[in-house]
């Protein structure tokens, strides 16, 4: 069996330990993928380890890969195509199973439309092979646009934020964790999750260098989490807020100068109109409603602005809440005010191993991303493959990035 060797390997010290099979795998249960080490006794798995010569989790494993063995002999785990018939579940044979869905699904496509029928792709669907081959295809055969997944829960504000400002969903910038100065953090737990949207290889360990190397880690989250605790600094925050901390934050560098986009000032739209957008803002008026005091958020801003290379980073914590995609903009919206977008030791732009750059999501006829190059009148937009047409002004984010030319 391909990827399955012997090996001796010690549980713990002191204490050897020969393993019957090790089979080496990747968890398939999140978009970190990390290397599993499997210990097997016939078909039983009797151990999970984080397997240390895979290049990219470097032997990390979270709770839910170590559970994996039991996962997979869970006694309710789906093994085989179920029906429901007369309010029970009966296990079938494929054939049996397409041709209930062909009888059942395809009344409704003719009846209702294409949009009649919803598809959800999660967690582990969307990381393993078959997945990948064919989740499009299915997609492209239905033809419908309500298409969710767990990014709808996860991280959609994120690409409707990048999708506005960048032009595509999933050009989401990460921080240069190896190179930055400062690193603020909002909503994510790395410690648990060895990052999100942000996986490298030993993360932990990458954050502990930057404050080994003076760097300054900055946590804000209503929780006591792994990685506050080994943060410079913990900023309580009451849950819900990320947006106003946040926009206290860009207040503060507009009206303390503090704002500097330098080069990218020729790639941006909007920066005119973020004074009046957050003036209310001040964090003298957000404390309250945020939990974090005046002086705290001011303090965040200037040491973002004077650090020679900072990064602002948010994850789910300011996703799955009221003004996520709001927070989601003002988090880039602060990596161009100090001029850390798109530069070494800030928030980069990650370029994939294989393949080409996410494009924009297909949108339907009539609406526009906001393009500068979306024409007026009735012509279809060059920019990208979605064909958008437009005749009306093009909706526009308040702080758009025109262009991204520079790269590492
Ligand atoms: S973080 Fe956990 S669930 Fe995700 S791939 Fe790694 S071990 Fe699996």
């Given at each position: 069996?391909?990827?399955?060797?012997?090996?001796?390997?010690?549980?713990?010290?002191?204490?050897?330990?020969?393993?019957?099979?090790?089979?080496?795998?990747?968890?398939?249960?999140?978009?970190?993928?990390?290397?599993?080490?499997?210990?097997?006794?016939?078909?039983?798995?009797?151990?999970?380890?984080?397997?240390?010569?895979?290049v990219f989790?470097?032997?990390?494993?979270?709770?839910?890969?170590?559970?994996?063995?039991?996962?997979?002999?869970?006694?309710?785990?789906?093994?085989?195509?179920?029906?429901?018939?007369?309010?029970?579940?009966?296990?079938?044979?494929?054939?049996?199973?397409?041709?209930?869905?062909?009888?059942?699904?395809?009344?409704?496509?003719?009846?209702?439309?294409?949009?009649?029928?919803?598809?959800?792709?999660?967690?582990?669907?969307?990381?393993?092979?078959?997945?990948?081959?064919?989740?499009?295809?299915?997609?492209?055969?239905?033809?419908?646009?309500?298409?969710?997944?767990?990014?709808?829960?996860?991280?959609?504000?994120k690409?409707?934020a990048a999708?506005?400002m960048f032009g595509a969903g999933l050009s989401i910038p990460v921080p240069d964790v190896d190179r930055t100065d400062y690193l603020l953090m909002?909503?994510?737990?790395p410690?648990?999750?060895?990052g999100?949207l942000l996986t490298a290889p030993d993360l932990?360990g990458r954050l502990?260098a930057l404050?080994?190397r003076g760097g300054?880690l900055?946590?804000?989250?209503?929780?006591?989490?792994?990685?506050?605790?080994?943060?410079?600094?913990?900023?309580?925050?009451?849950?819900?807020?990320?947006?106003?901390?946040?926009?206290?934050?860009?207040?503060?560098?507009?009206?303390?100068?503090?704002?500097d986009p330098g080069r990218l000032r020729d790639h941006v739209?909007?920066?005119?109109?973020?004074?009046?957008?957050?003036?209310?803002?001040?964090?003298?008026?957000?404390?309250?409603?945020?939990?974090?005091?005046?002086?705290?958020?001011?303090?965040?801003?200037?040491?973002l602005a004077?650090a020679p290379r900072a990064a602002v980073y948010a994850?789910?914590?300011?996703?799955?809440?009221?003004?996520?995609?709001?927070?989601?903009?003002?988090v880039e919206v602060c990596n161009v005010l100090t001029g850390n977008l798109d530069r070494a030791g800030g928030a980069m732009f990650a370029r994939p191993a294989a393949g080409a750059l996410t494009r924009?999501?297909?949108?339907?006829?009539?609406?526009?991303?906001?393009?500068?190059?979306?024409?007026?009148?009735?012509?279809?937009?060059?920019?990208?493959?979605?064909?958008?047409?437009?005749?009306?002004?093009?909706?526009?984010?308040?702080l758009r990035v025109r262009d991204r030319s520079a790269r590492w």
């Open positions: 069996m391909a990827g399955l060797r012997r090996r001796s390997v010690v549980v713990a010290p002191g204490v050897p330990f020969v393993s019957m099979t090790v089979g080496v795998r990747t968890c398939p249960l999140c978009e970190a993928t990390c290397g599993l080490e499997l210990h097997l006794d016939g078909r039983e798995v009797t151990l999970v380890r984080g397997d240390r010569d895979d989790s470097h032997g990390f494993l979270c709770p839910k890969g170590s559970a994996i063995g039991r996962l997979d002999a869970d006694p309710d785990r789906i093994r085989a195509p179920l029906v429901r018939a007369d309010g029970d579940w009966k296990a079938v044979e494929w054939a049996e199973a397409f041709a209930v869905i062909e009888a059942g699904l395809t009344p409704i496509l003719d009846t209702h439309g294409r949009d009649a029928v919803g598809v959800y792709l999660g967690n582990p669907n969307v990381h393993n092979l078959a997945g990948l081959l064919y989740n499009r295809a299915l997609l492209q055969a239905l033809g419908s646009r309500n298409v969710f997944s767990a990014s709808t829960v996860d991280q959609m504000p690409q409707v999708g506005l909002l909503g994510a737990n410690f648990a999750s060895n999100s932990p502990r404050r080994a300054q900055v946590v804000v989250d209503p929780r006591r989490t792994k990685t506050a605790d080994e943060a410079d600094e913990h900023l309580f925050i009451r849950p819900a807020t990320d947006a106003y901390f946040l926009a206290g934050v860009v207040h503060t560098l507009l009206d303390e100068s503090l704002a739209v909007g920066l005119d109109a973020l004074h009046g957008l957050t003036r209310d803002f001040a964090p003298e008026r957000v404390a309250a409603i945020c939990g974090i005091d005046a002086s705290s958020i001011r303090r965040v801003a200037r040491d004077h994850r789910l914590g300011t996703c799955a809440q009221a003004f996520g995609t709001l927070a989601s903009w003002l924009p999501a297909r949108r339907a006829s009539g609406a526009a991303c906001g393009s500068a190059a979306t024409p007026a009148g009735s012509e279809a937009c060059p920019r990208c493959s979605a064909s958008c047409r437009s005749s009306a002004s093009p909706r526009r984010s308040r």
